[in-house]
């Protein structure tokens, strides 16, 4: 059993930056591949980021290719999301999740793990 508890969010201006954390309970967290999912009102939840267990292997929504930068740090069991150049599009809540399979698996959206999500709005 994996608890995962988000943290990070808030209200910031377009181009500001915000880093998401994400904090991983239990003995395995670097055995699971994470990821940062996103759903916005009125939307399904959609794909942001994705990272192997080891760090060696990133994945990212074609939206924030290149403003999104996903980080996992196994000794303090937390995965982060910097997120810079910040858009309006961008608000939604943000889940972490976390899957014992292959990244590719994660990106697709199988998941055994989602946190309970944190609020991120971008202002115009």
């Known amino acids: 059993q994996v608890q995962l508890v988000e943290s990070g969010g808030g209200l910031v201006q377009a181009g500001d930056s915000l880093r998401l954390s994400c904090a991983a309970s239990g003995r395995t967290f670097s055995s699971y591949a994470m990821g940062w999912f996103r759903q916005a009102p009125g939307k399904e939840r959609e794909f942001v980021a994705a990272?192997?267990?080891?760090?060696?292997?990133?994945y990212y929504a074609d939206s924030v290719k290149g403003r999104f930068t996903i980080s996992r740090d196994n000794a303090k069991n937390t995965v982060y999301l910097q997120m810079n150049s910040l858009k309006p599009e961008d608000t939604a809540v943000y889940y972490c999740?976390?899957?014992?399979?292959?990244?590719?698996?994660?990106?697709?959206?199988?998941?055994?793990?989602w946190g309970q999500g944190t609020q991120v709005t971008v202002s115009s």
């Open positions: 990272i192997s267990w080891n760090g060696g292997m990133l």
């Open positions: 999740a976390a899957g014992h399979a292959r990244t590719t698996a994660v990106v697709a959206g199988s998941v055994d793990y």
